[in-house]
């Protein structure tokens, strides 16, 4: 009888890659942890206790089999495990690397509440997807049969390349417009290297493009060019995320050197890609000598806060008007950037900013925490006569996003949007209200995230072929 490979959370503790120290990780950009030998990664998937209620599958968007490619993993049988995780998640390595899983599948892993420690259910998804590019399992799409149909998809996100993927897999003939230079979205120019190297999402980029997808980059849509595009394609999917910075309306908000988080890490990373950045190279931002304090408690203040330390700030603070609990982002990467030097100040809120034509210093005003909001989570409340000066020589909002007016943007009013200015689409399918016309990812839901928008654009891909389907069979009769 097969040895149980399985249920060894009792006799083996979790084990995470080695990270690498913070005194030599926060000197460069590379990712922080180091990949899992092949025994390893079998040992620690064996802890799986395969539970009748896999919790860690119903917690995750995508719904990954993960029971299963953690099985097939301990049993060896890799390329298996890799077949079983990317029928589910058009980009499991990526996901691997930079969900919070802390707070979706492990969060919700069985044996962690009985005491054992989660499983470590991102590692090694990432392990098995390294391992199939490295073994040249990954292969470009390459259709049965070719479609006449064409789908123009908005917007070079995850969403969106993530739909188009499902449709060229189908023979779909797809078009996808961005109107950066590179493919990718945040993972490109958001999300700085050290939790996701460039060289990841290039990779994807090239493997849709080997297999059939048409990239039009440095296109700005307006008004005319979405109708050209709704004209050219039988469908047309709108995937442009959010990156319309919040603002902060406060005394000397108009300084020089406060910046948003959006440019100042889309700098940093074409820096890294050798791109010529001017205003990386004149200084303003660039975090190099300077104090810098970031204002906000998302991941997008995680990775700000991190980079201001790989770039030499003389000091990186992070203003969050609330605890350490009520934290949004990555309790991960709180810890992270904790190890790495960044000083966090919760219960503080910015009231304004000194200075003259340069921010010298945030005015904060200390909180407490109240009574719950409508979601739940206590509002912050103002200590009274507890205010004081941070010194800063740059200031980062990290705010979250909102979207663009896409309806005046594309020139079509009849595009419906909520009060939130997010595009209106129906619940699993993306349609919109406009013939032929769907949405996806966070331009729908507001800032989320990747793992999100890669569930919306494949549902969207998926409804859009069943109506191609159905447009067919109408035609045959």
Known sequence: MAKQPMLKFVQIERDMPEKRAATVRKEDFHEIYAEY????????????????????????????????????TAMGRLEEAYQTSQATNTFPEICGRICPQDRLCEGNCVIEQSGHGTVTIGAVEKYITDTAWDMGWVKPASPVAER?????????????????????????????????????????????????????????????????????LNCEVDAAKFAEIRAAHDAVIIATGVYKSRDLSLPGSGLGGIEKAIDYLAASNRKSFGDAVADFDNGRLNAEGKRVVVIGGGDTAMDCVRTAIRQGAVSVKCLYRRDRANMPGSQRETQNAEEEGVIFEWLSAPKGFTGEDKVTGVMVQKMRLGQPDASGRQSPEVIEGADYVEEADLVIKALGFEPEDLPTLFGQPDLPVTRWGTVKAAFRTGATDMEGVYAVGDIVRGASLVVWAIRDGRDCAAAILEGFGAKTAMAAE
């Not at 123009?152 to 993530?162: M, S, V």
């Not at 060229?168 to 945040?186: E, F, S, W």
């Not at 999300?191 to 080997?210: Q, T």
């Open 148 to 216: 006449s149909e064409s789908v123009g998809i908005i917007g070079a996100g995850p969403g969106g390349l993530a739909a188009a993927d499902m449709l060229r897999q189908a023979g779909v003939q797809v078009t996808v417009y961005d109107r950066y230079d590179r493919a990718g979205g945040l993972l490109m120019y958001g999300i700085p290297g050290f939790k996701l190297e460039k060289d990841i999402v290039e990779r994807r980029n090239r493997l849709l493009a080997d297999g059939g997808v048409q990239f039009e």
């Open 37 to 72: 030998a092949a025994a390893k990664a079998a040992e620690q998937a064996s802890r799986c206790s395969q539970c009748g209620v896999p919790y860690c599958q119903s917690h995750c968007p995508l719904h990954n089999n993960i029971p299963d490619w953690l099985r097939l």
